[in-house]
C-alpha cells in the first residue's frame, strides 16, 4: 500500500467513476481498477459496490477514505515543508462567520508574528462547513464557536461569546426594558442560513419553549442581516461581540429577558489525525492565551 494507492481511492471516491478517476490523474482506466483490486486485497475488505452502473463507496470505504485524506495531506505537507527549508510554510485556517469578522484578523496577526515566512489562508463560512472541511482536511485548523459534532475533532475551548436579540429603533420593544419569551410569539425574525451556530442554538431554545416566530429573513451575511433590523425589518440573532459599536451609536438595542442567557464557547478545532506542524503548534498556544490578547 502507497501513496499512490491513496490517492487513486481518494480520487475514485470523489468522482464515483473508475473511467473519470483515470481522466483526472493522467493514468489508464485498468490502472485505476488494479490500484483499487490491491487495496481491497491488502486490507481484506469491499472498498466499492457497483449498483445500476455507478460506484458507491462502502462502510469500510469511508473508514479508509477518513484517514486516507489526512494521510496524503501529511504526506503533502512533508513534501512541501521539506522542499521549501528556508522559504514560506502555509496554513490553511478556517474561521466561522462571528469569528472571522470580530477575532480572525487579531489571531492571524499574532500567528505572522510568531513564525517568519508564514502563507496564511483563511476560508470564513458556518460551522457545519468549517468542521466539514476540517474532516475532509481541506483546513489545517479553525475557530469557531456553536457545536461541532464529529468525534474525531479536537476542540480547545478559550472564551465564551453570548448570543442576542436584537432591535432597531422603529421597534416596538426598543423601549422595552424588559421582556417575557412569550412577547416573542409571532415577531418577525431574521436568522442567518441553516448550518450557522447563531441561528441553530437560539432557535433551538425558542422551540424548546414553544415559542414560534415568523422567519421573515435567511441570510448569509451578517451586515445585511443588521442593517435590515436597523431598518425596523423585525429582530435578529446575533453575537453579542459583533454589535458593540451600532448598540453604542443607539442604532440597535439588545433585548432583555429575565434568567436568560445563552452562551457558545468560541474553540479552536483540528482533526485528531492532524500533523501538528509549528504553525498549528503556535496557533493552539495563541488561543491557549487568548487573554493575553488586547481588544
Known amino acids: 500500500m502507497t501513496i499512490r494507492h491513496l490517492k487513486i481511492f481518494m480520487t475514485v471516491a470523489e468522482c464515483g467513476k473508475m473511467r473519470k478517476a483515470a481522466e483526472l490523474l493522467y493514468i489508464s482506466q485498468p490502472s485505476v481498477s488494479q490500484a483499487i483490486r490491491e487495496l481491497e486485497e491488502y486490507y481484506n475488505v469491499k472498498l466499492f459496490e457497483r449498483i445500476s452502473q455507478k460506484l458507491h463507496i462502502t462502510e469500510e470505504g469511508t473508514l479508509?477514505?477518513?484517514?486516507?485524506?489526512?494521510?496524503?495531506?501529511?504526506?503533502?505537507n512533508m513534501e512541501l515543508a521539506m522542499k521549501n527549508i528556508g522559504k514560506s510554510t502555509k496554513i490553511r485556517i478556517g474561521g466561522s462567520v462571528s469569528v472571522g469578522t470580530y477575532l480572525m484578523n487579531d489571531i492571524i496577526e499574532r500567528l505572522e508574528s510568531k513564525v517568519q515566512?508564514?502563507?496564511?489562508?483563511?476560508?470564513?463560512?458556518?460551522?457545519?462547513?468549517?468542521?466539514?472541511?476540517?474532516?475532509?482536511?481541506?483546513?489545517?485548523?479553525?475557530?469557531?464557536?456553536?457545536?461541532?459534532?464529529?468525534?474525531?475533532?479536537?476542540?480547545?475551548?478559550?472564551?465564551?461569546?453570548?448570543?442576542?436579540?436584537?432591535?432597531?429603533?422603529?421597534?416596538?420593544?426598543?423601549n422595552k426594558k424588559k421582556l417575557n419569551l412569550s412577547d416573542l410569539e409571532g415577531q418577525s425574525l431574521l436568522s442567518r442560513e441553516p448550518g450557522s451556530a447563531d441561528r441553530n442554538q437560539f432557535e433551538q431554545f425558542l422551540y424548546e419553549h414553544?415559542?414560534?416566530?415568523?422567519?421573515?429573513?435567511?441570510?448569509?451575511?451578517?451586515?445585511?442581516?443588521?442593517?435590515?433590523?436597523?431598518?425596523?425589518?423585525?429582530?435578529?440573532?446575533?453575537?453579542?461581540?459583533l454589535i458593540k459599536d451600532e448598540c453604542e451609536k443607539g442604532l440597535l438595542k439588545?433585548?432583555?429577558?429575565?434568567?436568560?442567557?445563552?452562551?457558545?464557547?468560541?474553540?479552536?478545532?483540528?482533526?485528531?489525525?492532524k500533523y501538528i506542524s509549528k504553525p498549528i503548534e503556535e496557533l493552539i498556544d495563541i488561543c491557549s492565551n487568548f487573554n493575553m490578547i488586547s481588544k
Open 64 to 76: 479508509l477514505l477518513s484517514h486516507a485524506q489526512h494521510i496524503v495531506d501529511s504526506f503533502e
Open 117 to 174: 515566512n508564514i502563507d496564511t489562508f483563511v476560508t470564513i463560512n458556518n460551522t457545519f462547513e468549517i468542521e466539514n472541511m476540517i474532516c475532509k482536511s481541506e483546513l489545517d485548523a479553525a475557530i469557531v464557536e456553536g457545536i461541532i459534532k464529529s468525534p474525531d475533532i479536537i476542540k480547545i475551548p478559550f472564551c465564551e461569546d453570548e448570543l442576542v436579540m436584537v432591535v432597531g429603533k422603529t421597534h416596538p420593544f426598543y
Open 210 to 241: 414553544n415559542i414560534n416566530v415568523i422567519k421573515k429573513w435567511t441570510c448569509t451575511n451578517t451586515e445585511a442581516i443588521k442593517n435590515a433590523v436597523i431598518n425596523g425589518k423585525g429582530i435578529a440573532i446575533l453575537s453579542r461581540m
Open 254 to 273: 439588545i433585548l432583555v429577558f429575565e434568567n436568560i442567557s445563552i452562551n457558545r464557547q468560541i474553540k479552536l478545532i483540528y482533526h485528531k489525525n
